[in-house]
Every structure is written in structure tokens, then in C-alpha cells.
């Protein structure tokens, strides 16, 4: 939770957190504009493009054709790529990516381990070292029974990788299955030169506090991230979970209800004004494909207006069917 109520004021002399935006354009007219920190298109139909702030997401979307995310900053932007992993960074931001096969590293939980620390090797050549917001994409991510399950593997594999790359405390972050043909994981980043403020919320157990029926290691990640000049909150997916239980098994309309009632508290206790708006960008993960018009119809009624990208992906619980993560810009 965010402690005294003087941090939670803008701090219009920092460089402000850059816009996010969802937008139809081609990768190439997307890049050519100013201050592009990163672009990323969504499901197998995206463009290839030779570019390291350029990331397909291997998430497929309901929408067709979908829409790019773009990330833009009032600065100049410098970019490359080193061994596995492609960065950018401009403005006191940075973005930096990395996709490992686990037909190469052995396994998801390897995987995880040599992304988390390749990453944070390479986050210590930089100045951008607080990172403050993180997304996991991740093969068959309920594959397999109790600990075995996949998505505990990554997270055993995860907390091996960080060393001492989230000392500072946890990043806001997603964890998210996908249906790729590939056993592709995908971690991308987003980092500072300033700090952020972790935020919890009052009606869930912090996620590195789940008790032992979770898995052997807890997943380390904040529910949300007060941008360092508290001008945007990152919120973290966010599901119908109510202390650590997860509410409402195969309900699918209760979970959302849920879900929105979790994002309205996370607001409330990073300080930030009440709702969604049209500047405050949205995705939701839907388990089941045929869930889709469903979660959009509700999702218009719930938050119009909005911004809500509609991916296929699968929450780490099995019984969970919908997650949304997104920004809250003030
Ligand atoms: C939950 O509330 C849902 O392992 O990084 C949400 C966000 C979830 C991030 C992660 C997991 C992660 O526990 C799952």
C-alpha cells in the first residue's frame, strides 16, 4: 500500500509516464512517428517487422484486424539489440523484451529462470533500473497437475532468474497462457530512472503472500505501480480473486463483477479518481474464445467508453475465466 498521502501528487517535473494507446496503423507508419518507445501487434496475422521496439504479442485478439498498442514518449528514443533481447529506451523510460523456446532452454521453468536473468543482467548496465511493469506470456500455462502445473514452474522459475533485480520490491505484472503453435515464452518490461510506488489491494492477500496450496513459490509481483510522477497507475492483471481464493468458479459473469469491484478498489487505494475513462486503455484476457461477446457486451455496459483490448488467453487458475490489466492515466 502507498504510505504518505503527499507522494500521491503529480510530480509534473518528472518525465511523464508514456501514453498508451491502442491504434489500426501498419508497424512501419506506427515507428515513424516521434518518440515511439515500443509498438506491438497481437495474434498470428501481425506484420513482421525488423525492428527491436517492434513486438508481436502471441496472443490472439477478437478483435479483426486488430488494433496496435503503441507506447510514445516526448524524447528521443535510442534502441538495439543484445544476445536474445531487443530494447528501447528514451526519456527516462525503458522498454526491453526478450522470447526464449523452451525447446532450447529445456522446459518452461529453465525458460524462466534465463529470461528473468538475462533481463536483469542487462538491466544493470542501465540507469532505467527500477522496473515497474512486467508481462509473461506463456505456453499451456495450466498444463499439469499441483506443483507441476506449468504456470508453477514459471513461477519457481521466475524467482530463481531475478537475483537481486526486484530488491527494490515488485513490479506490477501479467501472467498470462497462450495458444501459439510455439513454446514460446515472452517477457517484456517496461523501466524508469525513478522509483515507483507499489500498490495493494485491501481485498486481496498480496500475491507473495499466498499460502503453500498456490505452489512452492509465491508469485512475486505488486497488484499495481503509482508511475514516478504519479500521473498513471499500471495495474496488474486482475482476476476474481478475493483474499487468495479464487471467487465464483465457472461463473463467468460473477467473475467480471468481481473483477471490476478488485479494480475499483486498487484505485481507490492508489488514490487515483474512481472509474475508467477513454484514456485509460484496457486488456482482457477471455479463456474461453466463446466467452467473447459475452465479456465485450458486459464490458461496454460495465466500462463505456474504454478503451478494452479482447485477447484469447488463459489466467494461471484453471477456474478463472477472465482477467483485464491496463492503466489508469489521471
Ligand atoms: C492473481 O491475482 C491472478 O504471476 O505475475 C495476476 C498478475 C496473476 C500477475 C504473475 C499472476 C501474475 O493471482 C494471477
Known amino acids: 500500500m ?7 501528487q503529480a510530480q509534473p517535473d518528472l518525465p511523464r509516464t508514456p501514453r498508451v494507446t491502442y491504434r489500426m496503423a501498419t508497424p512501419a507508419a506506427a ?19 525488423d525492428d527491436p521496439r517492434w513486438l508481436r504479442v ?21 534502441s538495439g539489440r543484445q544476445h536474445k533481447l531487443r530494447w528501447s529506451a528514451g526519456g527516462g523510460w525503458l522498454f526491453a523484451a526478450i522470447e526464449l523456446d523452451e525447446r532450447e532452454t529445456g522446459g518452461i521453468e529453465a525458460a524462466a529462470r534465463q529470461a528473468y536473468a538475462e533481463l536483469g543482467h542487462f538491466m544493470r548496465t ?14 499451456d500455462i495450466n498444463l499439469g497437475d499441483g506443483d507441476a502445473e ?7 522459475g521466475r524467482a530463481a532468474g531475478v537475483d537481486d533485480f526486484f530488491a527494490n520490491g515488485f513490479p506490477a505484472a501479467t501472467a498470462i497462457g497462450h495458444h501459439h ?11 524508469c ?9 485491501p481485498r486481496q492477500v498480496s500475491a507473495w503472500r499466498y499460502p503453500r496450496q498456490y505452489g512452492r513459490t509465491s508469485p512475486g509481483f505488486a497488484r499495481g505501480m503509482l508511475m514516478p510522477p504519479r500521473d498513471a497507475l499500471a495495474i496488474s492483471g486482475t482476476a476474481a480473486v478475493v483474499g487468495h481464493a479464487s471467487a465464483h468458479a465457472g461463473d463467468l459473469e460473477a467473475q467480471l463483477d468481481e473483477t471490476l469491484l478488485n479494480l475499483q478498489a486498487l484505485l481507490a487505494s492508489a488514490d487515483m479518481p474512481a472509474g475508467f475513462d477513454t484514456h485509460s486503455p484496457m486488456k482482457g484476457y477471455v479463456r474461453h474464445a466463446v466467452d467473447a461477446a459475452r465479456v465485450r457486451e458486459m464490458l461496454q455496459r460495465r466500462l463505456p467508453g474504454v478503451p478494452v483490448l479482447l485477447m484469447h488467453g488463459d489466467v494461471c487458475r484453471q477456474e478463472l475465466l477472465i482477467e483485464l490489466d491496463g492503466w489508469r492515466f489521471r
Open 193 to 201: 530512472v525513478d522509483e515507483g510506488a507499489a500498490v495493494e489491494n
Open 126 to 139: 542501465r540507469n532505467e533500473r527500477h522496473v515497474l511493469r512486467i508481462w509473461n506470456y506463456i505456453a
Open 31 to 49: 515507428l515513424a512517428e516521434p518518440g515511439i518507445l515500443a509498438a506491438f501487434g497481437f495474434g498470428a496475422g501481425t506484420e513482421d517487422w
Open 58 to 78: 502471441p496472443l490472439e485478439c477478437f478483435d479483426a484486424p486488430a488494433p496496435l498498442e503503441v507506447w510514445q514518449v516526448d524524447a528521443p528514443v535510442v
Open 2 to 8: 502507498v504510505q504518505a498521502s503527499e507522494n500521491l
Open 150 to 156: 506449468r504456470y508453477k514452474q514459471f513461477c519457481n
Open 181 to 191: 503453435r510455439e513454446p514460446v515464452l515472452q517477457v517484456y518490461l517496461l523501466a
